[in-house]
């Protein structure tokens, strides 16, 4: 009997699910979730197997043409998700499904394009892109369609190879490109003869007390010390020296072989993971949190439907405690656990105490990571092998079977929201979705609450769990500090590790009154003796900083020409590290002028400011201070959060100037400053989240100092002392915040009081642009005629950021009760759409 499945072939365009019938040969072998290969047309595409039906919904099906991984790639629960995903954000279900398959694993059908150059025309009779094309094919050979856009960028030459094709100046063969991933496989090396008769084989080694010698008898015993074949470099690691000739000598004499096996690419073999320590005892405001979370696990595990708990805990209080022990528990039940973070700068922290507590239990997932090491992640997280996943944004898709526990730290951060390229999605409503989908806990993590979240909790009865209170940590990693210093312990109650501490005391530094007793340097007189402070203490500070570079704009004091970029009409950042101004919308860049391009005058100037002229004030200020920098300048590079990270946290470097990266979940115990150069930046943008992301990252940075007994302070620079947020961020008083905003978001008609939808259009042409705006905002207005919807509409009017990366930026908002409803299954065209965007911007 004939066995029919329906396909997701992968291919944007094509939202729906295709019949095909499995050949005699791969019966038994394919099933829902199975990665295949299928002909579609005259192409050949790789394509998931979606699932069974009895009977096509085509009289003729074409059978699937090969098996490209015998393990499904997805999980029940993924593929319920991918179906959420499209439904909910609009999205083609390939896009939705792209997410949760390794970068290299997944392809598209391709063209390969051939040069017929017998049958060219004269060249002078091509137009320009057809010449480049004849001679990058003269040059290279045939090549397939994406290879051609990595060398004809920003040119579309794809009309001009169909007119070649068609004339027979070019052949083109579909294809689908094989993976760029899979196993690694190398050499390893192993011990060929019993460990008790290397001494016996001593005489064959070399000349009596010669270095090759006691060099080869160490590799000897190294591998006898090892339970598995290890790689050459590993090796000669292990014996402190070696070379591949003496692996040789070895090999020929049958004291060692050679094997070819798997090697799992392991992104924590780099990682420094701190020994196994006892877990520490629990405050009594923790046990009751404890206590609620041990008793929601149980009740998944008995097959029960539980809320969503929210982990209000102010910075400091020991969340990351409770998700230790919540995943202790999730283990002990024979289920998986998903572990969340924001930013990429928090794993490797994050990583480091869940590998200590579980060790051999851990796998990772960042962009940052390699094609490898992310398929590896992947392939042993399938199997079972790896029971706990820590991560970013994509480590929600790995496919977990048995999951049972997801964490979501730091939750309110934007970083969970993607929306550079399709899908855009809140990977917080995915994972609250993945959790009810395979009936797991959800923990929800912050010590600032997102606003919208929240009230939603109250509404629905989700569980809000609350820590109060911040807890002593890092005894020992202060003690000898305090003994230095004959200072005793800044504790505020009970006693051991279980003893309480307060929220570092905050100064509102009024810079207006600085200009005005003539202080004119970006330090506060009160800051920079707080700084003299610390370094005399041997201690150590943040200095935060949301804005990159030495200067964010260069203009003419002559005519007040402002340089800025050419493709995004945004002011260029001058960096002195680079000797550059760029932008950080786009990465455009050019030589900083020595006069100015509109009048020629050699009045132009740098103002402003961003971490790299902190950094040189600091320096010149300090001279003997010890400075590192974190920002995206100098995390560039792979492995560098890590490297940054640790330094600090050794105490290799006194003051750490950063941007958001250093504001959340870094727990290190000698900071006792923090200092806000500058508050306001964000606070005065037209978007209705300003305010709240204003007092989520002051609050956020601010918990980074006073986290052990040395206690701490934070100071923060402000022009606008008197906005609530910068008050009741300096109080460490997120509900009086939460109510403020509130009433702010009730007032305008904003979430969490309407649900947003918002139409992005960008194009190259402005009165192009402007059109189809117009175009569409008249198209949605018949569709709300039509529909009797209460939806209402904003626009269509430019982005704020109206001109980006070269392309101008048309948005329409749409506001309702769910006003995603209605652009549903129509025709969009070109519009992104963004459903509960946390940003209008």
């Given at each position: 009997?004939?066995t029919?499945?329906q396909?997701a072939?992968?291919?944007?365009?094509l939202?729906?699910?295709y019949?095909?019938?499995?050949?005699a040969?791969?019966?038994?072998?394919?099933?829902?979730?199975?990665l295949?290969v299928?002909?579609?047309?005259r192409?050949?595409?790789?394509?998931?197997?979606?699932?069974?039906v009895?009977t096509?919904?085509v009289s003729?099906?074409r059978?699937?043409?090969a098996?490209l991984?015998?393990?499904?790639?997805?999980?029940?629960?993924?593929?319920q998700l991918?179906?959420?995903?499209?439904?909910?954000y609009l999205?083609?279900l390939p896009?939705?499904?792209?997410?949760?398959?390794?970068?290299?694993?997944?392809?598209?059908?391709?063209?390969l394009l051939s040069?017929?150059?017998?049958?060219l025309?004269p060249?002078?009779?091509?137009?320009?892109?057809?010449?480049?094309?004849?001679d990058l094919?003269k040059?290279r050979g045939?090549l397939r369609g994406?290879?051609i856009?990595a060398?004809i960028?920003?040119?579309?030459?794809r009309?001009?190879?169909r007119?070649?094709t068609a004339?027979g100046?070019?052949t083109?063969?579909p294809?689908?490109?094989a993976?760029?991933?899979?196993p690694?496989?190398?050499?390893l090396?192993?011990?060929?003869?019993?460990?008790?008769q290397i001494?016996?084989?001593r005489?064959?080694?070399g000349?009596?007390g010669s270095?090759?010698?006691e060099?080869?008898l160490?590799?000897?015993k190294?591998l006898?010390s090892q339970r598995e074949?290890i790689a050459?470099a590993?090796?000669?690691?292990?014996a402190?020296g070696?070379t591949?000739?003496?692996?040789k000598?070895?090999e020929?004499?049958g004291?060692?072989?050679s094997?070819?096996?798997?090697?799992?690419r392991?992104p924590?073999?780099?990682?420094d993971?701190?020994?196994?320590?006892e877990a520490?005892q629990l405050t009594?405001e923790?046990?009751i949190?404890?206590?609620e979370v041990q008793?929601?696990?149980r009740?998944?595990?008995?097959g029960?439907?539980?809320?969503p708990h929210?982990?209000?805990?102010i910075?400091?209080?020991g969340?990351?405690?409770?998700y230790?022990r919540?995943v202790?528990?999730?283990?002990?039940?024979g289920r998986?656990?998903?572990?969340?973070?924001?930013?990429i700068?928090l794993?490797?922290?994050m990583?480091?105490?869940?590998?200590?507590?579980?060790p051999g239990q851990?796998?990772?997932i960042?962009s940052?990571?390699?094609?490898?090491?992310r398929y590896?992640?992947?392939?042993r997280?399938r199997a079972?092998?790896l029971p706990?996943?820590?991560g970013?944004?994509?480590?929600l898709?790995?496919p977990?079977?048995?999951?049972?526990?997801?964490?979501?730290d730091?939750f309110?951060?934007?970083?969970?929201y993607?929306?550079e390229?399709?899908?855009a999605y809140?990977a917080v409503?995915?994972?609250?979705?993945?959790?009810?989908?395979?009936?797991?806990l959800?923990?929800l993590?912050s010590?600032?609450p997102?606003?919208?979240?929240?009230?939603?909790?109250?509404r629905s009865?989700?569980?809000i769990?609350?820590?109060p209170?911040?807890?002593?940590?890092h005894r020992q990693?202060?003690?000898k500090?305090?003994e230095?210093?004959?200072?005793?312990?800044?504790?505020k109650?009970g006693e051991?590790?279980?003893?309480?501490l307060?929220?570092?005391?905050v100064?509102v530094?009024?810079?207006?009154?600085e200009l005005?007793?003539g202080?004119?340097?970006?330090f506060?007189?009160a800051?920079e003796?707080a700084l003299?402070?610390v370094?005399?203490?041997?201690?150590?500070?943040i200095?935060?900083?949301?804005?990159r570079?030495s200067a964010?704009?260069?203009?003419?004091r002559?005519?007040g020409?402002?340089?800025?970029c050419p493709r995004c009409?945004?002011?260029l950042?001058y960096?002195a590290?680079a000797?550059?101004?760029?932008?950080?919308?786009?990465g455009y860049?050019?030589k900083m002028?020595?006069?100015?391009?509109?009048?020629?005058?050699r009045?132009?100037?740098?103002?402003?400011?961003?971490?790299e002229?902190?950094?040189?004030e600091?320096k010149?200020r300090?001279?003997?201070?010890?400075?590192?920098?974190w920002d995206?300048?100098?995390?560039?590079?792979?492995?560098?959060h890590?490297?940054l990270?640790?330094?600090?946290?050794h105490?290799?470097a006194d003051?750490?100037?950063?941007t958001?990266?250093i504001a959340k979940?870094?727990d290190?115990?000698?900071v006792?400053?923090?200092?806000v150069?500058l508050a306001?930046?964000?606070l005065?943008?037209p978007?209705y989240?300003?305010?709240e992301?204003?007092?989520?990252l002051?609050?956020q940075?601010?918990?980074?100092?006073g986290?052990?007994?040395l206690?701490?302070r934070v100071?923060?620079?402000t022009y606008?002392?008197?906005?609530?947020a910068?008050?009741t961020a300096?109080r460490?008083?997120?509900?009086?915040?939460?109510e403020r905003?509130l009433?702010?978001?009730?007032?305008?008609g904003?979430?969490?009081f309407?649900?947003?939808?918002r139409?992005?259009?960008?194009?190259?042409?402005?009165?192009?642009?402007?059109?189809e705006a117009?175009?569409?905002?008249?198209?949605i207005?018949?569709w709300?005629e039509?529909s009797g919807s209460?939806i209402?509409?904003?626009g269509?009017t430019?982005?704020?950021f109206a001109h980006r990366a070269?392309l101008?930026?048309?948005?329409?908002i749409?506001?309702?009760a769910?006003?995603g409803?209605?652009?549903?299954?129509k025709?969009?065209?070109?519009?992104q759409?963004q459903i509960d965007?946390?940003?209008l911007?």
């Open positions: 009997m004939t029919y499945v396909v072939v992968n291919l944007a365009t939202p729906e699910l019949d095909y019938h499995v050949p040969e791969l019966e038994g072998s394919i099933q829902p979730g199975s295949v299928v002909p579609f047309g192409q050949v595409m790789q394509g998931v197997v979606w699932r069974y009895s096509p919904q003729e099906t059978p699937i043409g098996l991984d015998p393990q499904p790639v997805l999980t029940a629960a993924q593929r991918a179906e959420w995903l499209a439904n909910h999205a083609p896009v939705c499904i792209a997410l949760m398959i390794p970068p290299g694993l997944s392809r598209q059908a391709d063209t040069l017929r150059a017998e049958a025309p060249l002078e009779t091509l137009s320009p892109i057809q010449r480049r094309l004849v094919l040059d045939a994406a290879q856009d060398h960028k920003g040119v579309d030459w009309p001009a190879a007119r070649m004339r100046w070019l083109a063969q294809i689908l490109p993976p760029t991933v899979g690694r496989r190398e050499r090396i192993t011990l060929a003869i019993p460990p008790a001494d016996a084989h005489s064959q080694l000349r009596a270095a090759a010698l060099r080869r160490t590799l000897l190294v006898a074949p050459p590993w090796l000669f690691t292990e402190g070696g591949t000739a003496d692996l000598f070895l020929e004499r004291l060692i072989r094997l070819v096996g798997e090697v799992i392991d924590l073999e780099r990682m993971i701190p020994p196994l320590s520490p009594r923790q046990q949190v404890w206590d008793t929601a696990l009740r998944v595990q008995d029960q439907g539980v809320p929210i982990l209000y805990g910075t400091g209080s969340k990351t405690e409770i230790l919540a202790e528990e999730t283990l002990k039940m998986q656990a998903l572990i969340l973070v924001p930013e700068s794993t490797p922290q990583v480091q105490r869940f590998a200590a507590r579980f851990v796998g990772v960042h940052k990571l390699s094609q490898g090491e590896d992640t992947w392939r997280a079972g092998q706990i996943i820590v970013a944004r994509s480590a898709f790995t977990l079977s048995a999951l049972g526990l997801i964490v979501v730091e309110h951060d934007e970083s969970f993607q929306d390229i399709p899908p809140h409503e995915a994972a609250l979705m993945l959790a009810r989908l395979s009936n797991s959800i923990l993590g010590a600032t997102d606003v919208s979240l929240m009230e939603r909790a109250r009865a989700w569980r769990l609350h820590l209170e911040r807890i002593l940590a990693a202060v003690q500090q305090l230095r210093l004959g200072k005793p312990a800044l504790l109650t051991g590790e279980s003893a309480h307060d929220l570092p005391p100064q530094v009024d810079m207006r009154q005005k007793a202080n004119r340097s970006i506060s007189r800051l003796s003299e402070e370094l005399e203490k041997q201690e150590q500070a200095l935060f900083l949301n804005r570079g964010t704009h260069v203009f003419c002559e005519c020409f402002t340089l800025r009409e945004v002011p950042v960096h590290d000797a550059a101004l760029i932008c950080h919308t786009c860049s050019r002028p020595v006069t100015c391009p509109q009048c020629s005058s009045a132009i100037r740098q103002v402003g400011l961003g971490t002229r902190v950094e040189a600091v010149a300090f001279p003997h201070a010890r400075v590192l920098r995206a300048e100098t995390t560039r590079q792979k492995g560098t890590e490297l990270l640790r330094h600090f946290s105490h290799e003051i750490l100037i950063g958001q990266m979940g870094l290190l115990p000698l006792t400053l923090v200092g150069i306001d930046i964000g005065t943008l978007d989240r300003a305010a992301r204003g007092f989520q002051l609050t940075v601010a918990g980074r100092a986290r052990s007994p206690g701490g100071i923060l620079q606008i002392p008197e906005h609530y910068i008050q300096s460490h008083d997120y509900e009086a915040f939460l905003e009433r702010e978001r009730r007032r305008l904003y979430p969490p309407v649900r947003l939808a139409l992005e259009l960008r194009h190259a042409d402005p009165a192009h642009a402007r059109e117009r175009r569409m905002a008249n198209q207005h018949a709300i039509q209460t209402e509409m904003s269509p430019p982005c704020f070269g101008y930026r048309w948005q329409i749409l506001r309702g769910e006003p409803a209605l652009l549903r299954g025709p969009l065209g070109d519009w759409v965007p946390p940003s911007l």
